[in-house]
């Protein structure tokens, strides 16, 4: 098979063209980076993880009515999704104080916050993704009202959905990143839910003990990183068929 036009290189990903024009192949790599890739390492198996983690619950969402980028899995490292019109925006929903609020407010990590959270932060690594409020992102045009207004209902949707499925596999959804585009369809435009979700990118606590089983691992240097990732998988029932074994193996099999 033709190699594939590869269109971007992110820290953790790589978006190739797609088959059909308006598609794109999203390629899970096992790079991981923290602090704005000021550490970096390899999680071996995160890609094929979070590409399977990602697939699942963007299934799921897609079920109870959240429009999605994701179309299907193609192979163990690779997805077919929508091309969008990323926003640039990393909009972080918080359960739980830990993290970088934990840090900045001096609230205990742990803390159950009274209510849920939205940050926002301007995706731009030149400056670190510096967090912006509404105001910035109307005023420099990142978003409209009415574009933030969807944003808003997808994500607190998003977070019900997702507390709750997590909560049934014995696991708290302390916090979470997620990233929105634009998809265009006759004229229309529709905001839907893009990137990935996944320990990547969201803080998951065993519900009973705390223990982390997400990135924070690998930042925080707490060891037995990849058996993170594999435990989350696990509890969703979606651990790749041959086990974790399966997870070095040919990096694009079709
Ligand atoms: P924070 O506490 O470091 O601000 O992170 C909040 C959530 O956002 C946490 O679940 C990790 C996620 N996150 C990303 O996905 N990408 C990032 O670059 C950062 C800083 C956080
Ligand atoms: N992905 C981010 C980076 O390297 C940070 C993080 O997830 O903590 O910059």
């Given at each position: 098979m033709a190699r594939r036009r590869q269109l971007y290189e992110g820290k953790a990903k790589i978006l190739f063209e797609g088959p059909e024009p308006g598609t794109l192949v999203q390629y899970f790599k096992d790079d991981a980076t923290a602090f704005n890739a000021k550490k970096k390492g390899t999680i071996?198996?995160?890609?094929?993880?979070?590409?399977?983690?990602?697939?699942?619950?963007?299934?799921?969402?897609?079920?109870?009515?959240?429009?999605?980028?994701?179309i299907r899995r193609l192979n163990m490292r690779e997805q077919l999704i929508r091309e969008v019109e990323i926003i640039p925006l990393e909009v972080v929903v918080r359960n739980v104080a830990a993290g970088s609020l934990a840090t900045r407010l001096g609230i205990p990590e742990g803390q159950r916050l009274p209510r849920s959270i939205i940050e926002y932060y301007y995706k731009n690594d030149q400056l670190g993704d510096p967090m912006v409020a509404e105001e910035h992102i109307t005023c420099f045009g990142w978003a409209a009202t009415q574009d933030l207004d969807d944003i808003v209902a997808l994500t607190l949707r998003v977070n019900d959905f997702l507390t709750g499925l997590f909560l049934g596999v014995g696991i708290t959804l302390v916090d979470f990143k997620l990233e929105?585009?634009?998809?265009?369809?006759?004229?229309?435009?529709?905001?839907?839910?893009?990137?990935?979700?996944?320990?990547?990118?969201?803080?998951?606590?065993?519900?009973?003990?705390?223990?982390?089983?997400?990135?924070?691992?690998?930042?925080?240097?707490?060891?037995?990183?990849?058996?993170g990732y594999q435990e989350v998988a696990r509890r969703l029932g979606i651990l790749p068929e041959a086990g974790p074994r399966d997870m070095s193996g040919p990096e694009s099999m079709q």
């Open positions: 071996t198996g995160k890609g094929v993880l979070n590409n399977r983690i990602s697939e699942y619950l963007m299934t799921r969402l897609t079920e109870i009515g959240v429009p999605t980028h994701f929105f585009g634009r998809l265009w369809e006759n004229e229309e435009m529709r905001i839907v839910l893009a990137d990935e979700i996944s320990p990547d990118n969201c803080r998951l606590w065993d519900a009973k003990t705390g223990e982390k089983m997400d990135k924070d691992r690998f930042r925080r240097d707490l060891g037995k990183v990849e058996e």
